[in-house]
């Protein structure tokens, strides 16, 4: 069983890698609470996304999310070298992330985020064996958001996250979002900003 730091220790956090994978527009879309946790909790930090946008209706999602500073492009997946992986490590060590939050639970990518040397980590993988903090125990996640589930890594940090799900609509879609969501009876579109 790790000994998990106190989130006390969390201090001076300037750089936070979000790793994501691959995502879907709706794995995109449920990770957004969690990017704006972190960015609530720490607004001075810079928050990278830290994964590869290969479907191209996910891109503008990405663009216009308020929470996410930039995207460092990785897919373990085309980088099946050990030479390539080793690499992407020494990648990540040069970027000096303070904290880098590992939203997947498999072990290889948590062993490179880990071998990457951030300051601190966070993440389900293997049991917690490469997080730093202890992540909530979400039981059966079947019966929860995905979005919350997700949310378990802010509350893993001491951060009592709020499970909104927003969109940034850009300014230039508003008006046919408007009318697209009037013509479904979904309701007002609401102006976060």
Do not use: W
Not at 42 to 65: M, N
């Amino acid at each position: 069983m790790p000994k998990y730091k106190q989130t006390t220790s969390l201090t001076n956090i300037k750089r936070i890698g979000v790793y994501i994978g691959v995502p879907g527009l709706g794995d995109l879309l449920f990770i957004i609470p969690l990017f704006r946790a972190l960015k609530e909790r720490f607004p001075e930090a810079e928050t990278v996304f830290i994964g590869k946008l290969l479907r191209g209706y996910v891109r503008p999602i990405f663009d216009a999310c308020q929470y996410i500073d930039s995207l460092m492009e990785f897919h373990l997946y085309e980088k099946k070298s050990f030479g390539s992986l080793l690499g992407f490590s020494a990648r990540l060590r040069r970027e000096k992330f303070d904290l880098i939050v590992d939203t997947q639970r498999k072990f290889a990518p948590s062993l490179l985020m880990k071998m990457g040397g951030p300051r601190f980590m966070v993440s389900y993988s293997s049991k917690g064996m490469f997080s730093d903090f202890e992540v909530p125990d979400s039981g059966d996640r079947s019966l929860r958001h995905t979005a919350d589930v997700s949310l378990d890594l802010a509350r893993a940090l001491g951060i009592e996250p709020k499970l909104e799900l927003c969109l940034d609509v850009p300014e230039q879609y508003q008006a046919y979002a408007a009318a697209f969501f009037g013509a479904a009876g979904i309701g007002e579109m609401v102006d976060a900003a």
